[in-house]
């Protein structure tokens, strides 16, 4: 089974706020976005982080080919505990995961 940065651009993190992070996934393809779209569940992004499906919000965009996570921090963004501020750490997780 591949995994999601074997068939992608790039996959990037970054801060939505204080509270949220987002995660993209840049495709490049349609028959990527197809893929990516069809073989990577909210569910299985959730149990990656360890979030409640729930919480997760999901954006197919076809026009830019891209896929779209965005969920709670764990932490508040610049709290004593926080340990990555600008949430860029956050995509290499998803980079390797499986695909089904």
Same mark, same amino acid.
């Given at each position: 089974? %591949?995994?999601?940065? +074997?068939?992608?651009?790039?996959?990037?993190?970054?801060?939505?706020? #204080? /509270? =949220?992070?987002? &995660? *993209?996934? /840049?495709?490049?393809?349609?028959?990527? /976005?197809?893929?990516?779209?069809? !073989?990577?569940?909210?569910?299985? @992004?959730?149990?990656?982080? !360890?979030? %409640? #499906?729930? +919480? &997760?919000?999901?954006? *197919? &965009?076809?026009?830019?080919?891209? @896929?779209? /996570?965005?969920?709670? !921090?764990? $932490? @508040?963004?610049?709290?004593?505990? +926080? !340990? *990555?501020?600008?949430?860029?750490? =956050?995509? $290499?997780?998803?980079?390797?995961?499986?695909?089904?």
């Amino acid at each position: 089974m %591949p995994r999601l940065s +074997d068939l992608v651009l790039k996959v990037r993190s970054k801060n939505a706020g #204080p /509270f =949220w992070l987002t &995660i *993209d996934i /840049f495709c490049g393809t349609p028959e990527a /976005f197809e893929t990516v779209s069809a !073989r990577l569940s909210t569910e299985r @992004v959730a149990e990656l982080y !360890r979030a %409640p #499906p729930g +919480d &997760i919000k999901r954006f *197919d &965009i076809a026009d830019l080919m891209v @896929v779209k /996570f965005s969920l709670p !921090r764990p $932490v @508040v963004q610049g709290s004593r505990e +926080d !340990r *990555d501020m600008h949430g860029a750490g =956050w995509a $290499v997780l998803l980079e390797e995961a499986v695909l089904d």
